[in-house]
């Protein structure tokens, strides 16, 4: 959670919302880095879990990503957790909640539906306050400016 939320540091250059990711297979090695880029990219796709996920297919060479750990400072929307079940992530680890847009608990349930043909483990709340703090204090600035 450390890697992410120095990925997550990092959006701040490009006025992007600071949420960063990496994804870790089953070895513990970093195979995916993500953080916001739709600011800087004009992608609306480009959410640090999506880039994390697509360079860790990149890198094991499939996108069935089996076995590995997805780790974000923030709950994913409804789109990142719908790449995480498309992507077979074993685990995702997130730090802060988001009840404005969360798809792991607060406003919908995306990965755990049991409708859906995989549901990742789910592990919430790891470094929360640092996720937190920084959100706060990003969109305490562009409400002032």
Not at 44 to 60: K, S
Not at 63 to 69: A, D, F, M, N, S
């Amino acid at each position: 959670m450390e890697e992410a939320l120095r990925l997550a540091a990092s959006c701040l250059a490009d006025g992007d919302v600071p949420v960063g990711a990496v994804v870790i297979d089953r070895g513990g090695i970093v195979i995916g880095y993500g953080r916001n880029t739709r600011e800087r990219d004009g992608d609306p796709t480009g959410h640090a879990e999506i880039v994390a996920i697509r360079e860790a297919a990149r890198v094991h060479g499939e996108w069935r990503l089996e076995g590995c750990t997805l780790v974000v400072t923030l709950e994913p929307c409804t789109m990142c957790a719908g790449a995480i079940v498309a992507a077979r992530l074993e685990r995702l680890v997130f730090g802060a909640f988001d009840d404005k847009a969360g798809a792991v608990g607060s406003l919908w349930d995306v990965v755990r539906d049991r409708r859906l043909n995989h549901r990742p483990e789910v592990v919430s709340g790891v470094l929360a306050e640092q996720s937190t703090a920084m959100l706060q204090e990003f969109f305490a600035g562009h409400r002032k400016a």
